[in-house]
């Protein structure tokens, strides 16, 4: 069902609610109990808006079976959310259901991944589709919507951004792009911002600087951290110096369109090329918004300034699109686009393939090359038959249904009623993002802005779960939520999803008040 459709039918529900319908229709059932946002009282628990599914019946394994197995045969590393961890078994765009019964508006998306919904019908039909046509044949072998994809995909890129290295994760696209900086410069040392996260795989770890992610064994030779820009956070910064519709209360000098923060950052990114690093080097990643730290945004004009610099030291600069492609801020369709800048490598992952194992290099023809010389490359299941028609159908669903207009559209109505949050709740400290990708900080108080302490933001993640809404985390110390839902969200849900946060602070303040009695 199209983005279209789906506002219709709210609509029609709306217009329809007041009157006396028999519940015979199953999408009236489910609609039956939704009330506007702007009728509930402070206190009330908020009711979700409507759901143009029924779930499928559970019956798989029990809840006490699976974590059983879980504890038996799975990683020993605790990574699930809530004290319960959900088991989830059917998703349907925006919308996840769990062993329970239960429904949640997933705004998550599966760590950024799912970009246009859950199961879109559209991208279903092609999925099976082809796998009764070619699940598998390697990429010493042609076949069709391999090169259908590298077409259409290189058309929404710039010059000379158009040599295609299709590979099944992020974390394996950031390895293979740092390998590239090397080839081709000849040169080593390459360099990421504090709380930049690139992945996992040990080749990689060394330009993941959040401190959970990293080991206790040598890993990251040639790898060095530079001060992230932080204009929250850092030393310099303030009401006038992000991309977003909504900035940080800490107030600044700078005028709206000169920066003054940037050249303080730039200064220390100077620094660290002047002492961390040898005389030429490799390369220089950065996330166009950082995801996992929880959507930090650098100053306006910093990311240009910086790819200058490094390009003057014989180094590449990498944009790492794992999160903040496939239009989710918005105004572009690459994250790089909103910092006017031309990257010579990008990498790109999670809503490439809405939610199906697959990522990408996407390089210039000269680097390529380089690489070319000094190893064949070679990915068995880069360029799946399926995992590219999935792609295809991604990139076709996004036009048709203004996913990125949505985006801008729907995400900047969310970032200005978020924003009325953290004006009324002391220990909101900043609300920030660009479309949809949205962080919430939560501190002890703005003027401190010291994280809140972990086991009361779990509560409030808590909460929010219990009311029927799914959030990430992120941060250094996760003290930030992170909300950024598949790309086909409404207005309307956006009003649950508020309401919701705001009814979980309520609590934790009700509870704090209890605790002091």
Known sequence: MTLAWRHLLRALYLETSSLRIPKTCSFLNLCASWTPVSKLSLHT?????????????????????????????LSPMVTAYFQKPLLLYQGHMEWLFDSEG?????????????????????????????????????????????????EKLSALLPEPLKVIFLVNSGSEANDLAMLM???????????????????????ILGLTNVGTFKMELPSGMGCQSTMCPDVFHGPWGGSHCRDSPVQTIRKCSCAPDCCQAKEQYIEQFQDTLNTSVAKSIAGFFAEPIQGVNGVVQYPKGFLKEAFKLVRERGGVCIADEVQTGFGRLGSHFWGFQTHDVLPDIVTMAKGIGNGFPMAAVVTTPEIAKSLAK????????????????????????????????????????????????????????????????IGIEMVQDKMSRQPLPREEINQIHEDCKDMGLLVGRGGIFSQTFRL??????????????????????????????????
């Not at 628990?45 to 045969?73: F, N, V």
């Not at 991944?113 to 009764?132: D, F, I, R």
């Not at 410069?185 to 080749?203: K, V």
């Not at 159908?393 to 801008?408: A, C, F, G, R, T």
């Open 374 to 437: 000094r190893l064949l490359h070679f990915n068995t299941f880069g360029g799946n038959p399926v995992a590219c028609a999935i792609g295809s159908v991604v990139l076709e669903v996004i036009k048709e249904e203004n996913l990125q207009e949505n985006s801008q559209e729907v995400g900047t109505y969310m970032l200005l009623k978020l924003a009325k949050l953290r004006d009324e709740f002391d220990i909101v400290g900043d609300v920030r993002g660009k479309g949809l990708m």
């Open 484 to 517: 950024v839902p598949p790309m086909c969200v409404t207005k309307p849900e956006v009003d649950f999803a508020v309401e919701v946060f705001r009814s979980a602070l309520i609590q934790h303040i009700e509870r704090k008040a209890k605790q002091k009695f």
């Open 45 to 73: 628990k908020p009711s979700m808006p409507p759901c143009d599914i029924l779930p499928e019946r559970y019956q798989s394994l029990t809840y006490s079976r699976a974590l059983e197995i879980h504890k038996q045969h």
């Open 181 to 203: 900086a090397r080839a081709h410069s000849n040169n080593t040392d390459i360099i990421s911002f504090r709380g930049a996260y690139h992945g996992c795989s040990p080749y």
């Open 102 to 150: 239960n429904r949640y508006l997933d705004f998550f998306s599966g760590i950024v991944t799912v970009s246009v919904g859950h199961c879109h019908p559209k991208v279903n039909m092609v999925a099976q589709k082809q796998l009764n046509r070619l699940w598998h044949t390697s990429s010493v072998f042609f076949h069709p919507p391999m090169h259908e994809y590298a």
